[in-house]
């Protein structure tokens, strides 16, 4: 499913969220950890030149070498609304995606997945209009406060909501470093999300995935913003 246009306002967003969550794959378990490709998106802003980079890099998920990479540079079409940050960046990343020669694979998302106040954030948007599995794993939480894993490579502990349900994990990556937070987008299991995350994260708290694509969109927004 693809989205066209952008939202007028926070209302019409709603509504079109509301609409794309319908088509959330919750069900399957996804790729197996260590094998095909898999892709890391991220964005960076310049809010006083109101202009938004984002970056694809594509790894190798045995070997995390870089396969491919992409960036796109635009508008900022959408204001800042906690719980639509998807509307922001959705579009800058779709278009790096499309300068992408093949396929992506998973999608690893600097954000979040069902562990969202409307259990639809950027892994799960992204996700159904592309339709590639995705995962959401984010540095801080969202309003949810977990308990603290133990203190070993990958304990973990679960993200739950309010009405009881597991959304998400807190993982850690390293052991006695600070967690990360896990969750589903689409098409990917829980756990394989979390599967995914210790392979991406051999050395770093961050994926490999998050930790280049964040780099590269910088990179992207400091030349795109130069003169």
Known sequence: MMITGTPADAAEAYAVQDALRRSLVLDEAGPVPGTGRVTGVDVAYDDERDVVAAAAVVLDAATLTV?????????????????????????????????LEGDPGLLVCDGYGLAHPRRFGLACHLGVVTGFPSIGVAKTPFLLRPEPPGLERGAWSPLIAPEGDEVGRALRTRKGVRPVFVSVGHRVGLANACAHTLRLAPAYRLPETTRRADALCRRALREATSG
Not at 68 to 86: C, K, Q
């Open 67 to 99: 396969v491919e990479e992409a960036t796109a540079v635009g508008r900022v079409s959408f204001p800042y609304v906690p719980g639509l940050l998807a509307f922001r960046e959705v579009p800058t990343v779709l278009a790096a995606l499309a300068r």
